[in-house]
């Protein structure tokens, strides 16, 4: 709140704030197919879980059970992917209006965030159903995925591979869209932004800090779900 305080109160000084940079190239798409393909939305359910069991938590080194992602001195009440994937989940669907959760911190050695959290709610777009699992002790499993259910469409996000499938009614299954979609000029691109904003070039789109703000009210309203174990509205 105080950096994006500050920012407005300076608004001829660039503020830029690293984006989610796992579907930078597919995400104008995904938002394309959510709005026109995917009819009313019904729910989203997304899950990020490394394949390490406990004894390996924090040690790993595989992007999910870094140690930091689990010690609240380092990371807040940012838990595991949480905020990552749902800036990412944001450019397609909109905001969390509401949410619960449930987490469990599996190796107090290790840190004080959850290793386990569960989190579900509702979106503003449609009132839809907000699924989203994470972990870093999902021995032999995994998963990172991002599933969005419409009346009449499906779209799948692999995170991993950065590969979007689609499928609509009467279709035999998903098939691949990555290569429709996908925008080559979109990908990494944050330091050109930042440099082109400050030479007034264009402006600052991922990520501004009014989208960071966004993000991180969702991570601290999941945080007081955890700690109350009551429904809370995304302000």
């Known amino acids: 709140k105080q950096m994006l305080a500050a920012a407005r109160e300076r608004p001829e000084l660039v503020a830029q704030v690293v984006p989610s940079p796992m579907t930078l190239e597919v995400d104008e798409g995904i938002a394309r197919y959510v709005q026109h393909k995917l009819g009313r939305l019904l729910f989203v359910r997304a899950v990020a879980c490394a394949d390490s069991f406990a004894a390996s938590s924090g040690k790993v080194g595989d992007g999910f059970g870094a140690a930091w992602r689990v010690k609240r001195e380092y990371s807040g009440n940012n838990v595991l992917t949480l905020g990552i994937v749902y800036e990412a989940m944001m450019r397609w669907v909109g905001q969390a209006a509401t949410v619960s959760a449930l987490g469990a911190v599996v190796d107090e050695a290790d840190g004080d965030l959850p290793n386990v959290l569960t989190v579900q709610g509702t979106l503003r777009k449609d009132n839809a159903i ?80 009014e989208t960071g703000h966004n993000y991180m009210t969702f991570t601290d309203a999941v945080h007081k779900a955890v700690e109350t174990g009551n429904t809370v509205v995304v302000v």
């Not at 999902?138 to 499906?154: F, R, S």
């Not at 591979?161 to 000029?185: C, M, N, P, W, Y």
């Open 130 to 209: 907000l699924q989203m699992t994470f972990s870093d002790v999902a021995g032999l499993t995994g998963g990172n995925d991002v599933w969005i259910h419409g009346t009449d469409g499906t779209l799948h996000i692999d995170l991993a591979g950065a590969r979007v499938r689609f499928g609509k009614q009467l279709d035999s299954g998903l098939h691949d869209i990555t290569h429709e979609i996908a925008d080559s000029k979109a990908g990494w691109n944050v330091e050109r932004e930042f440099v082109g904003a400050i030479r007034g070039e264009n402006i600052v789109k991922l990520t501004d800090f």
